[in-house]
Nanobody
Framework: QVQLVESGGGLVQAGGSLRLSCAAS?????????MDWFRQAPGHQRELVAG???????NYADSVKGRFTISRDIAKNTIDLQMNSLKPEDTAVYYC???????????????WGQGTQVTVSS
């Protein structure tokens, strides 16, 4: 059973930091393409915040470059997002997502976590 569970969200003042963690399970027989963090704020569409490939390459939304860092811990099976210098506009529900495919499959499927709320006060 594939499962992604986010944790680490909460309330923080502007300029502060939070570290989100996504615990992944059930991906033993799947080929992972990317591991991502998305977010969705009130009145906004869900957007990609940061991603990391199975090879360790990373990419970030322009709005978070230099402030957020995505990483993975293979031993712990987690995908982490370190968020520094937080701004009120970072307030959103943050979702972990993994793009993966079974053996010999050409197409991947995206698996989602339940989301964790991040609120940044001004």
């Amino acid at each position: 059973q594939v499962q992604l569970v986010e944790s680490g969200g909460g309330l923080v003042q502007a300029g502060g930091s939070l570290r989100l963690s996504c615990a992944a399970s059930g991906f033993r027989f799947l080929s992972i393409n990317t591991m991502d963090w998305f977010r969705q704020a009130p009145g906004h569409q869900r957007e990609l915040v940061a991603g990391i490939t199975s090879g360790g390459r990373t990419n970030y939304a322009d709005s978070v470059k230099g402030r957020f860092t995505i990483s993975r811990d293979i031993a712990k099976n987690t995908i982490d997002l370190q968020m520094n210098s937080l701004k009120p506009e970072d307030t959103a529900v943050y979702y972990c997502a993994v793009d993966a495919a079974p053996p010999l499959s050409l197409n991947t499927q995206k698996f989602w976590g339940q989301g964790t709320q991040v609120t940044v006060s001004s």
